[in-house]
């Protein structure tokens, strides 16, 4: 046991093999059973409400061969209607980081401006609190009938929705700086943008990394339901569209990817925050 809590990844491991164990279970003896197709189901489902059987949720190792598959032609663009996992991912994630750099380049200046002028902070903080707390995805159809293209709207919405916690941790950050820095600076008579570049970015970055771990991973799962709206590209397109054709392994094995991609992130930007921040 001791040894087991000196290595946690031994407990994910073991957790991890637990729960495929239980998904087999669960699958496993309800495999062959099917029943008729709710007409509500249909509906959603873009499929007749004729009786038809409905697909069992499948075994972990039929999503391990179609998994398989999918790798296999990850990056296949040999029927431009049916292209490669790979480039469904890569277009999503093309479309997260785009909005996520831009709203970076809002989110900290601003929040510095809120952090340090406390009149700025009082002048723009009933927009904030009104507009934070908006849903993203009620921008969607204003985004869509004002840019007319899918993937412009979707990189609008993933703007909108990585902005505020960079722009709040940031402004926290700027305004909570140690009086001692502050007055250091003050005694050596640093210009405005020596004190900042100087003294507050650098007390400010842990904060701000913080808020660009939480946009991201919130940018992350906003994009693919962006995409299920109203893009025909895309991870969100690709999970629609299987769901549309039952393919329900497909569906599990892109769940699983998003959530790859979306631990590779928030760890590049944890790795990030290390290597800027200092210890006192």
């Excluded at 087991?4 to 164990?21: C, M, N, Q, T």
């Excluded at 959603?44 to 190792?61: K, N």
């Excluded at 032609?73 to 831009?102: E, K, Y």
């Excluded at 906003?222 to 299987?242: C, D, L």
Aim: glycine residues 8%; contains cysteine; hydrophobic residues 60%.
């Amino acid at each position: 046991m001791r040894r087991i809590l000196g290595r946690p990844w031994l407990g994910s491991v073991g957790l991890f093999i637990l729960l495929i164990a239980l998904w087999h279970v669960l699958t496993a003896t309800g495999a062959a059973d099917v029943s008729a197709v709710d007409p509500e189901y249909a509906r959603l489902a873009g499929q007749s409400a004729a009786a038809q059987p409905t697909a069992a949720i499948p075994t972990p190792g039929a999503v391990a061969r179609r998994g398989g598959e999918l790798l296999l032609h990850a990056f296949d663009r040999s029927n431009p209607n049916n292209i490669g996992i790979a480039w469904h991912l890569l277009q999503s994630l093309g479309r997260v980081l785009f909005g996520f750099a831009l709203a970076l380049v809002v989110a900290v200046p601003l929040g510095f401006a809120l952090g340090l002028f406390p009149y700025v902070y009082q002048a723009l903080n009933p927009f904030i609190q009104v507009l934070r707390p908006i849903s993203p995805l009620a921008w969607m159809p204003l985004a869509l009938y004002a840019f007319r293209d899918s993937g412009v709207s979707a990189i609008f919405i993933i703007f909108i929705c990585a902005l505020w916690p960079m722009l709040i941790n940031t402004a926290v950050g700027a305004a909570n700086v140690r009086q001692e820095w502050v007055n250091v600076s003050r005694v050596f008579g640093l210009p405005t943008l020596q004190h900042v570049a100087l003294i507050m970015f650098p007390a400010s970055v842990p904060m701000i990394m913080t808020g660009m771990r939480i946009s991201i991973g919130i940018a992350w799962f906003v994009i693919v339901a962006a995409e299920m709206v109203g893009a025909q590209s895309g991870i969100g397109y690709f999970i629609w569209n299987e769901w549309n054709n039952l393919q329900l392994a497909s569906m599990i094995v892109a769940i699983v990817l998003i959530g790859l991609v979306g631990l590779g992130l928030d760890s590049m930007l944890a790795w990030m925050a290390r290597r800027l921040s200092f210890k006192e």
